[in-house]
């Protein structure tokens, strides 16, 4: 069981659903029995800027519920990198894009390229399931929860009808890191 606290955040741009992702983040780990808090912000520029999601996972007090230091961050695109990534501590692992350009400050950074949008396209056949598998990426960094409870979590949260697809999303992502 994980010991610490994670403060992880979802960035890309308004339609990518990182939103929802954080939610079924949050709520896979409190079916797992930590404690979590998710949230988001609306810029004006939510609409196809970039957009944010977070959510804080721990297995202690939660504390205050909002990321301060962020423990990882995740960016599906190129606007939102760069916006998101200034001033992010060493220790905080970037999941990105494979097809992002990674900037120059964070050379030094633990930074990991992922084909989450190619794969969503190419393996799951579906754009618009690239939030998923970007759940199941940062759930294998991070060790947060079982591979069984984050199929539960991703099954409350999706219309009916796209199970399989959805599964085939996590199975996809899975097999990333």
């Not at 998710?38 to 196809?48: D, I, N, T």
């Not at 940062?138 to 399989?164: F, W, Y």
Request: proline letters at 4%.
């Amino acid at each position: 069981h994980m010991q610490k606290r994670e403060e992880i955040k979802l960035v890309g741009s308004g339609g990518q659903g990182v939103i929802l992702a954080s939610v079924i983040l949050a709520e896979a780990a409190v079916m797992e029995g930590l404690n979590a808090a998710q949230s988001q912000s609306y810029g004006p520029e939510a609409r196809g800027g970039a957009c944010s999601a977070q959510a804080v996972i721990t297995s202690g007090a939660l504390g205050f519920p909002k990321v301060r230091i962020p423990t990882c961050l995740l960016a599906l695109t190129q606007t939102s990198l760069e916006k998101y990534s200034k001033d992010l501590p060493e220790s905080c692992l970037v999941l990105a894009d494979s097809s992002l350009t990674i900037p120059e400050w964070l050379k030094g950074h633990k930074v990991v390229q992922v084909p989450i949008l190619h794969s969503a396209v190419e393996k799951v056949g579906k754009s618009f399931v690239a939030n998923i598998i970007a759940v199941a990426v940062i759930n294998k960094a991070l060790g947060l929860v079982s591979e069984d409870i984050l199929r539960q979590a991703v099954a409350a949260h999706i219309p009916k009808g796209t199970e399989a697809l959805n599964f085939k999303a996590l199975e996809v992502g899975e097999g990333l890191l």
